[in-house]
């Protein structure tokens, strides 16, 4: 391998570190806010955003990370609920909507398989007989996008 490798081999290393470092104070925010310790959560929370703001992370775990900001800020003093909020003023100014990859897909598998029940129940001939439907799956599916 020549250097160039070897550099790419490294910068993938510092990226995943630094990925790993984000995940580990986001897990750190969420266990404090779960034993309600929300002024602690706080703190590795905004650890984690400027990370994410430091490595270029997807855009989507990045407004996820302002969103937890903002709940958490709202929960740590629930008197400011109606006053400016920086991470909520960040999430304004972003005129894209946040999506989440994985969610999506479910989405589209669930439409997907709605759309094909409807059409098997909307084009039956005269003579046609349907024994069950797939409203176990449907409910499945939407139980795993909820």
């Not at 059409?119 to 003579?127: C, F, V, W």
Request: aromatic content about 10%; charged content about 30%.
């Amino acid at each position: 391998p020549d250097v160039d490798e070897y550099k790419n081999v490294i910068s993938k290393r510092n990226a995943l570190n630094s990925l790993i470092s984000l995940l580990t104070e986001r897990w750190n925010a969420i266990t404090s806010y779960m034993h309600g310790e929300y002024g602690e959560s706080l703190e590795p929370e905004k650890e984690a955003l400027m990370l994410a703001n430091k490595n270029k992370v997807p855009e989507w775990l990045n407004k996820d990370l302002l969103i937890d900001c903002r709940n958490i800020s709202y929960k740590k003093a629930p008197q400011i609920l109606f006053k400016k909020n920086e991470f909520q003023d960040k999430l304004h100014s972003d005129d894209k909507r946040i999506f989440y990859p994985i969610l999506d897909r479910y989405k589209s598998d669930l439409l997907e398989i709605f759309m094909n029940e409807m059409d098997k129940y909307g084009l039956p001939g005269p003579r046609t007989k349907n024994w069950g439907n797939l409203l176990p799956i449907i409910l499945n599916k939407l139980q795993d996008y909820l």
